[in-house]
């Protein structure tokens, strides 16, 4: 504490400016101006839907998908700067009146295997000698439904609904669809995030695996596997304390702290698990966090490979978990590039961070007032990592039903520093 006789000394100060904190012109204090790193350029707009995911193929092509809801469609490709179309088509995209139906007077998503019905996340594999550039769709089967006046429910999903679909950037079209049993993906399970290792030797049926998380607002998060050759999944760490969120976590964004106000039940805190992932360059280590958490955690690959048929998998799995420490608070999708870095979009900050397992710590990569929500981050071929805006603490659902947020949403892209290239492992 300061003595308090500076207090006459202040008092007697007069001053000429009257600068006051809604106007600093002419302020002579330093002054956080919001923004630091490389150069923050805006790449797309989007005029139509809060987008979500987003996915830059080798060629620049730019995918984007959208969590319904009633929007029209819930894949779509970019066309022009402000518009993006229903990708592969628009026949693909399961009309807004089959997303859901009820038994008993339980609400359940779609079960439909083959139609999109909500997607969450997308992610693009290069050409491999066993299959083209692919960009791979995870849809969650449960769509965000108005309830009873007006409250927000998100329907439990049926098996056939949740599935991950590949689509060849060679001829457009799906080449495979992935389902899940119940024991695997649970009613309340929300496959929120995927990373690959397609190499040969990484499984017995050589055609590569997919990691997915599992974010389950409702309380089971984990991981889940997919051997991407026999179409079998398991799961790994459900429920273990590193994929849990942060029960009664009250971020700040924009420097507000944050309750979720929706329609039908009590002010609460936002609550989600396991959501970011990232495979490190030589498909070794799996980084990882739940959504309202400040620890940032990291577990073998070998160990979320393990297979059931072991009896010690699960325990191994647990007892090899690492608690990277905090990171300077909570995180919501990752990305990775070849040098190692594991970017981590940072919704209270409006910035990206970096955890550099060489220097063990977290750096500040980019920040800016135009970050409000980094959702979804692509790194191009081109160096570019491209991030997702979508303003999303202002939805009507977390605001009482009244849409805050305004359009453009858009996709912001810097250069990566170091050259970094996207982790290829195919
Ligand atoms: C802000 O302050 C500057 C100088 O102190 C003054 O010239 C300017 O008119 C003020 N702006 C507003 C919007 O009040
Ligand atoms: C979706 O619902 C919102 C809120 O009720 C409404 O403003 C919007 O026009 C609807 N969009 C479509 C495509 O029906
Ligand atoms: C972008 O594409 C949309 C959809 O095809 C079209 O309506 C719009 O006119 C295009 N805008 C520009 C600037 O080309
Ligand atoms: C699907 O949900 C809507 C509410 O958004 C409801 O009006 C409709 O009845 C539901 N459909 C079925 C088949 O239950
Ligand atoms: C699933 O959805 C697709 C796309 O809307 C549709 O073509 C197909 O007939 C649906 N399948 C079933 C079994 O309803
Ligand atoms: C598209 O490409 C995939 C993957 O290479 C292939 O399996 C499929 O037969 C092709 N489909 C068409 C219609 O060309
Ligand atoms: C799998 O193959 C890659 C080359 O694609 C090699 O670097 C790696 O060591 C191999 N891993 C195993 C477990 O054999
Ligand atoms: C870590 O996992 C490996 C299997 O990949 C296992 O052999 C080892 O015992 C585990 N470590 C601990 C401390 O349990």
């Not at 002579?28 to 490389?38: H, K, M, V």
């Not at 008993?104 to 693009?124: H, K």
């Not at 491209?386 to 947020?405: A, F, S």
């Amino acid at each position: 504490m300061k003595p308090l006789c500076m207090l006459s000394l202040a008092l007697t100060t007069t001053t000429s400016a009257q600068i006051t904190y809604q106007n600093r012109t002419g302020t002579i204090l330093r002054t956080d101006s919001g923004a630091y790193g490389p150069e923050l350029e805006e790449y797309h707009y989007y005029y139509e839907q809060w987008p979500i995911g987003l996915a830059i193929s080798s060629t620049g092509r730019f995918f984007a998908s959208y969590t319904r809801g009633n929007y029209t469609f819930t894949l779509g490709e970019a066309v022009n700067k402000t518009a993006e179309l229903p990708y592969p088509s628009a026949g693909l995209q399961l009309p807004v009146s089959h997303l859901n139906t009820s038994w008993n007077g339980i609400q359940f998503g779609s079960g439909n295997s083959t139609g999109l019905i909500s997607v969450q996340a997308l992610y693009i594999t290069p050409e491999n000698p066993r299959r083209p550039e692919t960009l791979w769709v995870v849809d969650t089967g449960r769509p965000t439904i108005m309830g009873e006046g007006g409250m927000p429910v998100m329907p439990y999903a049926q098996p056939g609904g949740p599935k991950i679909i590949a689509i060849s950037l060679t001829n457009d079209t799906v080449y495979a669809t992935y389902t899940f049993p119940s024991s695997v993906h649970y009613p309340d399970s929300y496959m929120n995030d995927i990373r690959f290792d397609l190499r040969a030797n990484i499984t017995a049926s050589g055609h590569g695996i997919a990691y997915i998380v599992d974010s389950s607002d409702e309380g089971r998060p984990g991981f889940i596997m997919l051997d991407l050759g026999t179409g079998s999944s398991w799961r790994r760490l459900t429920q273990h304390p590193s994929v849990l969120r942060v029960d009664r976590d009250v971020p700040s964004y924009q420097g507000q702290p944050f309750y979720q106000h929706s329609i039908g039940i009590p002010i609460q805190t936002l609550r989600e698990g396991l959501d970011g992932l990232q495979i490190s360059p030589d498909g070794e280590t799996m980084y990882y966090s739940p959504l309202t958490s400040n620890y940032l955690y990291s577990i073998p690959t070998a160990n979320l490979r393990a297979s059931d048929s072991d009896p010690l998998s699960e325990q191994a799995a647990s007892n090899n978990v690492t608690n990277l420490g905090q990171r300077g608070g909570n995180a919501n999708g990752f990305e990775g590039d070849s040098n190692g870095l594991v970017y981590q979009l940072m919704p209270e900050h409006n910035a990206i961070y970096a955890y550099d397992p060489k220097t063990l710590l977290n750096h500040g990569v980019v920040r800016d007032p135009r970050i409000i929500w980094p959702d979804g981050a692509s790194l191009g071929e081109d160096g570019y990592m491209y991030l997702n805006i979508n303003q999303l603490p202002h939805q009507p659902n977390w605001n009482y039903g009244e849409d805050g947020r305004v359009f453009p949403g858009a996709v912001l892209r810097f250069k990566v520093p170091g050259w970094g290239k996207i982790v290829g492992l195919a």
